[in-house]
T-cell receptor
Framework: EAGVAQSPRYKIIEKRQSVAFWCNPI?????LYWYQQILGQGPKLLIQ????????DSQLPKDRFSAERLKGVDSTLKIQPAKLEDSAVYLC????????????FGPGTRLTVL | DQQVKQNSPSLSVQEGRISILNCDYT??????FLWYKKYPAEGPTFLIS?????DKNEDGRFTVFLNKSAKHLSLHIVPSQPGDSAVYFC????????????FGKGTHLIIQP
């Protein structure tokens, strides 16, 4: 079974530029999560989708971050404009069902904002 | 404010001995607890979990203990092996409609030969 795929793996941009990350979850997984992991911290949830609907985006900085999950499969996370403090690893995870259980993580996208 | 605390940023253990990683939490609403392991340049991978109705769960070399009254959980690895060298995160789930996990900052475990 293929795991969660993410691209790109690395991205370097200048502040005020925009950037987008892509995630393909494990086939059949209804729930998809985006986490932000700043160096030295644990992952922090940004947004959770159930199929193509948003369940929780309370920690997403909506003035600059947006995310969508068209057709309930792939998802994109966008930052526009980027700030220096957005430098982090962006992790996508999926799980077969909502609720308690294991979440399967992709390898992440490392973003550096200069 | 940190709801989940892993107070040891790093831990060094000799191969073959027991590794004990600790995690404290403040919110009594957390009712399901997981441990994830992370190697460099990879995403976290699930290791073991425990429900709040239990105080111990064992899977091979890995055992998780939960002390709800103290709001404390620990992960025991015995015997420790070189491949166990990684960053370990405790992750807590509080239920409700949203089920994103709340992670600690992680503990870097180093197994020395």
């Amino acid at each position: 079974e293929a795991g969660v795929a993410q691209s790109p793996r690395y991205k370097i941009i200048e502040k005020r530029q925009s950037v987008a990350f892509w995630c393909n979850p494990i086939s059949g997984h209804a729930t998809l999560y985006w986490y932000q992991q700043i160096l030295g911290q644990g992952p922090k949830l940004l947004i959770q989708f159930q199929n193509n609907g948003v369940v929780d985006d309370s920690q997403l900085p909506k003035d600059r971050f947006s995310a969508e999950r068209l057709k309930g499969v792939d998802s994109t996370l966008k930052i526009q404009p980027a700030k220096l403090e957005d430098s982090a690893v962006y992790l996508c995870a999926s799980s077969p069902l909502a609720g308690v259980g294991e979440q399967f993580f992709g390898p992440g996208t490392r973003l550096t904002v200069l | 404010d940190q709801q989940v605390k892993q107070n040891s940023p790093s831990l060094s253990v000799q191969e073959g001995r027991i590794s004990i990683l600790n995690c404290d939490y403040t919110n009594s609403m957390f009712d399901y607890f997981l441990w994830y392991k992370k190697y460099p340049a990879e995403g976290p991978t699930f290791l073991i979990s425990i429900s709040s109705i239990k105080d111990k769960n064992e899977d091979g070399r890995f055992t998780v203990f939960l002390n709800k009254s103290a709001k404390h959980l620990s992960l025991h690895i015995v015997p420790s092996q070189p491949g166990d060298s990684a960053v370990y995160f405790c992750a807590l789930y509080s239920g409700g409609g949203a089920d994103g996990l709340t992670f600690g900052k992680g503990t870097h475990l180093i197994i020395q030969p």
